[in-house]
């Protein structure tokens, strides 16, 4: 098993920057794939940013620019800095841990943080 703690949200003004940490813990291994994702109610979740165990990382499109995700393997902690924040923007963010491969297929949430970007 292995545990997520969001931490980072609140409310701010549009084009203001926010950070949001995850911190894993259990069984956590440093090949695992971590990423944000958020969802708006009525809308399905969406990936935001992923980053593998490679540091290789995935930005969406439509934060490309604006966000960014990084990782800090030998604390099992995960960040999306969050910059130019727009209305748009507003969601709950979720961390996410996810590995598969021919043995064995896991995937883990937390129970997100939210962000308001609001005048």
């Known amino acids: 098993q292995v545990q997520l703690v969001e931490s980072g949200g609140g409310l701010v003004q549009p084009g203001g920057s926010l950070r949001l940490t995850c911190t894993a813990s259990?069984?956590?291994?440093?090949?695992?794939?971590m990423g944000w994702y958020r969802q708006t109610p009525g809308k399905r979740r969406e990936l935001v940013a992923a980053?593998?165990?490679?540091?290789?990382?995935h930005i969406e499109d439509f934060v490309k620019g604006r966000f960014t995700i990084s990782r800090e393997f030998a604390n099992n902690r995960l960040f999306l800095q969050m910059n130019n924040l727009k209305p748009e923007d507003t969601a709950i963010y979720y961390c996410?841990?996810?590995?598969?491969?021919?043995?064995?297929?896991?995937?883990?949430w937390g129970q997100g943080t939210q962000v308001n970007v609001s005048s």
């Open positions: 996410n841990v996810f590995w598969s491969d021919s043995i064995t297929s896991l995937e883990y």
């Open positions: 259990g069984s956590m291994a440093s090949h695992y794939t």
């Open positions: 980053i593998t165990g490679e540091d290789r990382t």
